[in-house]
């Protein structure tokens, strides 16, 4: 059988992949991983088209067992992978035969990791996605998180075997402090100037209240000039809402479609992977750029991913 039984879920373990575009109209969100570059690059170390769906892994890795032999990588957040208990190297790809198990020791640095199965999750496209909304209940494994005993379904793995490693310029870390770049808008005339300059000049600590709708921070209070609520309208992710509390939240992938607060700018693209690696209590400070900075970053996080694939070293089993 082509498949992996789930022995003990972990925190929190979905099937992710790039998102479910087209229904925001409708009320769907996106939903889709977190960390863009960790699950495209996981895809490239067992030749997976980089939008393949892969285990997003949160806080706390999952015991896997499997029922037939396949290539796999985990990627992302340091939490050292081990097969039959022996440690496993992370950004490479691992052989796996049936019967083997995979778990994890605990998390050192970074959120969320990314496991990719060579052939990809044999699970049903829904909606263009095989991405779980846990609100929606909708794709995924039966629209849920994994549980114990679970069977997932898996593709036989292509031949012929290619074992690769990430060249190590390209493995990226998650420190406690991080910066995170922002185009103001759309509704920054919403507050004050006082406001716009403490959000962009203090810092601001991720609390125990985030996951992935949203990362609800703290610090110094933003002012608005004109309330918090606004006529709903549509939310990105990335979008940095400001209730009325003025303690700004950064809605994430699992964010509702439309919202009433103000936003008072969206975190650029390229930064996004770095967001989905905080966890509770890093600190982060926000820099301010334009669109046409934010289109550059968005392109050269593309050139690196590509450079990501060039640069693959193969090994040996």
């Known amino acids: 059988m082509n498949a992996v039984k789930v022995i003990s879920p972990g925190a929190l373990t979905t099937i992710q ?30 030749d997976n088209p980089p939008e393949e769906a892969v285990l997003e892994v949160t806080l706390m890795g999952p015991v896997l067992e499997f029922l037939t032999g396949t290539r796999i990588a985990v990627t992302g957040a340091a939490m050292q992978p081990q097969v039959n208990g022996q440690p496993a190297p992370m950004w490479q790809t691992i052989p796996v035969r049936q019967g083997d198990r995979l778990s994890f020791s605990p998390i050192k640095s970074g959120c969320r990791a990314y496991i990719a199965f060579a052939g990809g999750l044999d699970v049903p496209v829904v909606m263009g996605s095989k991405s779980t909304n846990l609100k929606a209940q909708i794709g995924g494994f039966q629209g849920r998180m994994l549980k114990r005993d679970d069977i997932v379904p898996i593709q036989a793995p292509p031949g012929p075997e290619k074992l690769w490693a990430a060249d190590t310029r390209y493995i990226p870390e998650y420190p406690k402090q991080i910066t995170l770049r922002v185009v103001l808008g759309p509704q920054d005339q919403a507050f004050t ?5 403490d959000f962009l000049n203090t810092e601001y600590r991720v609390t125990p209240a985030n996951d992935r709708m949203g990362y609800r921070l703290e610090g110094k209070e933003i002012a608005h000039a004109t309330g918090a609520d606004i006529v709903s309208d549509g939310i990105v992710m990335g979008a940095v809402q400001v209730p009325s509390s003025g303690q700004p939240i950064i809605l994430m992938a699992d964010r509702q479609s439309t919202g009433g607060y103000t936003k008072i700018a969206t975190v650029v693209t390229a930064d996004l992977p770095l967001l989905a690696q905080a966890q509770a209590g890093t600190v982060i400070r926000f820099r301010k750029v334009d669109v ?9 996080f593309h050139e690196k991913i590509e450079a990501f694939a060039r640069s693959r070293r193969p090994v040996t089993a």
Do not use: P
Request: hydrophobic share 35%; aromatic share 6%.
């Open 292 to 300: 046409e900075e934010a289109q550059k970053l968005l392109k050269e």
């Open 17 to 46: 992949d790039a998102g479910r575009f087209g229904y925001l109209q409708s009320g769907i969100s996106v939903s889709g991983v977190m960390d863009g570059y960790s699950h495209r690059t996981a895809n490239l170390l067992v």
């Open 193 to 197: 100037r006082q406001g716009i300059a």
